[in-house]
C-alpha cells in the first residue's frame, strides 16, 4: 500500500517551504520514525521522519524546490 | 516593582487549536516562526488554542525593556489584553527566562510551564554566542555560529543562514540584540528570584534540555532543586524542540493533558 510523505502544517502563517534535500534514494528501505528529508524556511530547517515503514517509491518534489503545506514530497510504499 | 517605560503590546499570532491557551515564547536571536517543527503537532493535538509572539528586540517588536521584569511585565500585559488567563507558557532558551518570570510575578496568569533549555536554570548562556550573534556579517561566520546551536549541521539549511543576516541588517535590529544580551548577562538575579520562588510553588512544570547542548548546559543539582518532570533529549543540542521534534511535540503534549 501506497502512503505520501506530506509536507507538515507549519503554522497559519508559513505556506510554503523549500526541499533542502533528501536523506534516502528512491528503492532504500526506511523505518517509520527515520529522517527522510530536510525541509527549510529562512528561519528554520526541520526534517521531516518516514510516517510508515516500507520502501521510498518516489520523490516527488526535488531539492531547492518549493512545495506547499500538505502537498506529497514523496511515496513510501509499506 | 520597575515600571515598562512605554508600556505596549506585543503581536499574538493565533495558530488554531481550542481550549486553555499555550502560548510559545521563543530564544535569543530567534522569534515566533522559530516553532515551525511544533506547531502541526501542538495545534492538531487539541491540547489548546496555540499562540506564538516576538519578544521584544526579536522579530517586528522593538526593544524598550530593561530588565527581566519588565520583558515579562510587557508579555503579561499582552496576554491579559488578550484575555489568555490560565496560560502554559512554553519557553525556549531566553524565552524560558521570562516564562519564569512571568508564572512568579502573575502567577495569576499562568497554569503551566514548559521549559526548554532555559536560560537562569543551566550552567548559563554561552557568552561569546551572545556577543556574537549580534555582530555576524559573512555567512559563513553565521553558519558556524549557528551550527553551535544543533547535534547535526544539516539543520541549519543556507536560507536559514541568509534569513538572519537579512534579518540583522535591518533597522537597529543589532543595538536591540546586543541590549537583550545584556539584560540576559547583567539581570541574572531575577531569574534566580523567579527560579526560587516557582520551586516552592506548587505550579506544574515540565524542563526539557538537550543532553549535547553546547550553548546553555544543564545544570543536575538545580534541576533537582527545581522540580517538576525533567526530559533530557539524547543526542540533541540547544534546539531539542527542532532536532528531536517527535519526542518533544509528544512529551510536552503528554505533560499538558495530563
Known amino acids: ?78 | 516593582m520597575s515600571t515598562t517605560p512605554a508600556r505596549r503590546l506585543l503581536r499574538l499570532v493565533a495558530h488554531g487549536g481550542a481550549g486553555q491557551p499555550i502560548v510559545l515564547v521563543h530564544g535569543f536571536g530567534a522569534d515566533r516562526l522559530a516553532w515551525l517543527a511544533n506547531l502541526g503537532a501542538l495545534t492538531e493535538a487539541g491540547a489548546g488554542a496555540i499562540f506564538t509572539l516576538d519578544l521584544p528586540g526579536h522579530g517586528q517588536e522593538t526593544l524598550v525593556e530593561r530588565s527581566f521584569v519588565e520583558l515579562a511585565e510587557t508579555l503579561a500585559a499582552t496576554l491579559a489584553a488578550a484575555e489568555l488567563r490560565g496560560c502554559a507558557i512554553v519557553g525556549h532558551s531566553l524565552g524560558g527566562a521570562v516564562a519564569l518570570v512571568l508564572a512568579a510575578t502573575r502567577p495569576d496568569l499562568v497554569r503551566a510551564l514548559v521549559l526548554i533549555a532555559p536560560a537562569g536554570l543551566g550552567q548559563g548562556v554561552d557568552s561569546e554566542f551572545l556577543a556574537h550573534l549580534p555582530e555576524l556579517a559573512a555567512p559563513e561566520e553565521a553558519e558556524a555560529l549557528l551550527h553551535r546551536l544543533v547535534s547535526r549541521p544539516r539543520l541549519i539549511g543556507k536560507p536559514m543562514v541568509t534569513g538572519l543576516l537579512r534579518h540583522l541588517a535591518g533597522g537597529d535590529r543589532r543595538a536591540a540584540l546586543r541590549r537583550v544580551a545584556a539584560i540576559l548577562a547583567e539581570d541574572q538575579a531575577s531569574v534566580r528570584d523567579a527560579v526560587a520562588q516557582v520551586a516552592r510553588s506548587a505550579l506544574p512544570r515540565l524542563v526539557i534540555w538537550g543532553a549535547a547542548d553546547r550553548i546553555n548546559r544543564p545544570d543536575a543539582a538545580a534541576l533537582q532543586d527545581f522540580g517538576g518532570q525533567l526530559e533530557i533529549v539524547p543526542d540533541a543540542g540547544h534546539l531539542p524542540q527542532v532536532e528531536s521534534a517527535t519526542l518533544v511535540n509528544n512529551t510536552i503534549l503528554g505533560f499538558l493533558v495530563a
Open chain 1, 1 to 78: 500500500m501506497d502512503h505520501p510523505i506530506l509536507m507538515p502544517q507549519l503554522g497559519n502563517e508559513i505556506e510554503e517551504a523549500q526541499i533542502d534535500g533528501w536523506l534516502k534514494s528512491v528503492g532504500e528501505h526506511v523505518e517509520a520514525g527515520e529522517q527522510l528529508l530536510t525541509v527549510t524556511t529562512p528561519k528554520l530547517t526541520l526534517e521531516i521522519e518516514a510516517p510508515v515503514a516500507g520502501t521510498l517509491k518516489a520523490i516527488l518534489v526535488e531539492a531547492d524546490e518549493l512545495a506547499a503545506v500538505g502537498a506529497t514530497l514523496g511515496i513510501i510504499e509499506a
